[in-house]
């Protein structure tokens, strides 16, 4: 089929463009604190650009390099690759290690989410304190998602995005499953025969059995002080 006057012209422009677009997305992710959402490079690109096919192509250019692209949620972002971890200094910057209890609370509310204070003490079969709850807050992995249309309307909990982020997790179905932890020999000993590892609720969004929180709620809860000021 013979070329159309023009055609090549109109083929190298495209190829401009998304060589641009590619570009801006990359200075985009890097310049941010924070994983930057799909939503937020899409308003600064030309419309009806295809922000997904963008991503996944500028993902795999880094794949190879020290550098990765990886997604978090809905959400991008740089981290260093998983490999070269041995590599990075941390030590000026040592993480407080979680405790026992913590790390059963945090496990329970990831795989169980959302739940609730009473919920996790079932599973657990103690009670847990405030203070195992308000580490992982402070650490940015757990939140409050809302609250349940139950008696006494008990406030229910879930991860956030930065502990899917911590833990190198596009989304909450990677979470580890039997076969998984029986590998890592996290599931040793007896295992019950009808013991089963609940499948991770994947959205943020509200159930059907939960109120979002209000100004209120934070109130009661003391994160607010009255009058809407957070609380020092």
Do not use: C
Not at 176 to 196: C, D, H, V, Y
Request: hydrophobic share 40%; charged share 30%.
């Amino acid at each position: 089929m013979p070329m159309v006057e023009g055609d090549a012209p109109a083929v190298a422009t495209d190829s401009r463009s998304h060589a641009e677009a590619l570009r801006i997305v990359e200075a985009l992710v890097f310049a941010s604190a924070e994983p930057v959402s799909e939503g937020f490079l899409a308003e600064r690109l030309p419309r009806d650009t295809d922000v997904g096919s963008l991503m996944q192509r500028l993902q795999a250019d880094y794949a190879p390099r020290g550098v990765n692209l990886v997604k978090v949620g809905d959400h991008w972002a740089f981290r260093t690759a998983a490999d070269l971890s041995f590599a990075i200094r941390k030590d000026d910057n040592e993480v407080r290690k979680l405790s026992r209890a913590a790390l059963e609370v945090l496990a329970i509310i990831a795989y169980h989410q959302p739940v609730t204070r009473a919920e996790i003490e079932d599973v657990r079969g103690v009670q847990t304190s405030r203070g195992t709850l308000d580490v992982l807050m402070e650490a940015g992995w757990v939140r409050f998602r809302g609250r349940r249309r139950t008696p006494g309307r008990p406030v229910t909990l879930g991860t956030t995005r930065d502990f899917l982020d911590h833990f190198g997790l596009e989304e909450l179905r990677d979470l580890p499953g039997m076969e998984e932890l029986k590998g890592a020999g996290l599931l040793s000993g007896r295992i019950p025969p009808n013991f089963n590892v609940p499948i991770p609720m994947g959205s943020d969004e509200l159930n059907d059995d939960e109120d979002p929180i209000t100004q209120l709620d934070l109130e009661e809860l003391g994160l607010l002080t009255p009058g809407g000021e957070p609380e020092e």
